[in-house]
């Protein structure tokens, strides 16, 4: 184990008297007493320790004893319950950092906490992807397409006259920016546009992976540059028309066939890819 003189964090030297010291140091204390007691943290006897304490702070989020926002006990109470050093124990927080579980926050009110965001791992996971060939252009854009499908059957379905005023405001927004021939916020909010129709099937798996999928599908865009489009805005004009009239069946069609539409056009930009 790693000399707890080496590894502990300098902090800045404020005048203070002895009393004051010791009544902070007992409070502090105190609290990671508490914290410690609300958990099941078990002493870590594996070669790979920050393996089994990221497996372990897992387990107390899926038993409800760790609750999304709630505060992790300090680094010098978790390294002495996981029985490891303090650099071990950073490392696993770093690697539930990554994963998007908790935020590590500094300064005298921070500390490790449990995410409000972890949808951001499903999009950081899909990125890496890829970036390391894992994904391709066209299983990109089939995915998508696929996905599209059923978030719209079920966004028709769900619809409100607030869904549909935001959706309208959404294309009178990518209208202006193409009128100006401002290329990055056309494609911005055409993207948000299946955005707001993934929110709109209330259901959160769904809306991260659409968010997931849009976010690689903005790098591959960027990355093989500005194409004409000339024919999305007046397929959302129909699409709206026939989500305002809840007929299911045609705005699916619709949207499929915008999207293979720009598909095609992505995918001929990079002639080493089979165009579908």
Request: glycine share 6%.
């Amino acid at each position: 184990m790693i000399d707890a003189t080496a590894t502990r964090q300098r902090q800045p030297i404020v005048p203070t008297s002895r009393k004051t010291a010791a009544a902070s140091a007992d409070t502090a204390a105190a609290a990671d007493a508490t914290a410690a007691d609300a958990t099941g943290f078990q002493a870590i006897r594996s070669a790979r320790a920050f393996e089994e304490i990221a497996a372990q702070i897992r387990a107390e989020l899926a038993a409800g004893r760790l609750a999304v926002g709630s505060r992790l006990p300090s680094e010098r109470a978790l390294s002495q319950q996981f029985g490891v050093s303090r650099n071990t124990l950073r490392e696993a927080l770093r690697s539930l950092e990554h994963a998007g579980l908790i935020r590590l926050q500094k300064g005298a009110s921070g500390g490790a906490f449990i995410s409000e965001r972890s949808g951001e791992a499903v999009v950081t996971g899909l990125m890496d992807l890829y970036h390391v060939g894992k994904i391709g252009p066209a299983q990109l854009t089939q995915a998508r397409i696929w996905l599209e499908s059923v978030i719209v059957r079920e966004a028709c379905r769900r619809a409100t006259p607030e869904d549909l005023a935001e959706l309208q405001h959404n294309i009178d927004e990518a209208q202006a920016a193409a009128t100006a021939g401002n290329f990055d916020r056309r494609v911005q909010f055409n993207l948000d546009f299946h955005r707001i129709l993934a929110r709109m099937t209330g259901n959160p798996i769904m809306a991260v992976m659409m968010d997931a999928m849009l976010t690689v599908l903005l790098h591959f865009i960027r990355s093989i540059g500005e194409i004409e489009n000339t024919y999305t805005l007046p397929s959302r004009r129909r699409f709206m028309k026939h989500l305002e009239e809840g007929n299911v069946d045609a705005a699916v069609a619709e949207m499929e066939t915008m999207l293979k539409r720009l598909e095609k056009a992505y995918l001929s930009r990079l002639p080493s890819l089979p165009v579908r």
